[in-house]
């Protein structure tokens, strides 16, 4: 069992920047491919960034490549995700998730993911 707990959201302006944390509770995280995902209001939850479980290898979604960067520290059992050049179209919850440990793919399914946090607000202004 993976209990997870996001942080770092807010309101900003258009242009602005955020760093969103993730901290996982428990020994295993290291051997959780982790995942962030987002829910604009009145829209499905979509893919945001993916990171495999050394650090070693991440994926994107198209919409916010060149803009957002995920990272993790196994150390700190955190996952984070930097968010910068923001747009208002960026504003959602955003939900960092874990894969069951027996996955080591990064997948951009929100569906092949085991465990989720409760979110973090993210609005931006224009």
């Known amino acids: 069992q993976v209990q997870l707990v996001e942080s770092g959201g807010g309101l900003v302006q258009a242009g602005g920047s955020l760093r969103l944390s993730c901290a996982a509770s428990g020994r295993t995280f290291r051997m959780h491919v982790m995942g962030w995902f987002r829910r604009a209001p009145g829209k499905e939850r979509e893919f945001v960034a993916a990171?495999?479980?050394?650090?070693?290898?991440?994926r994107y979604a198209d919409s916010v490549k060149e803009r957002f960067t995920i990272s993790r520290d196994n150390a700190k059992n955190t996952v984070y995700l930097q968010v910068n050049r923001l747009k208002p179209e960026d504003t959602a919850v955003y939900y960092c998730?874990?894969?069951?440990?027996?996955?080591?793919?990064?997948?951009?399914?929100?569906?092949?993911?085991?465990?989720w946090g409760q979110g973090t607000q993210v609005t931006i202004s224009s």
């Open positions: 998730a874990a894969r069951a440990p027996t996955n080591s793919l990064i997948s951009g399914n929100p569906g092949q993911y085991l465990y």
């Open positions: 990171i495999n479980r050394s650090g070693s290898d991440t």
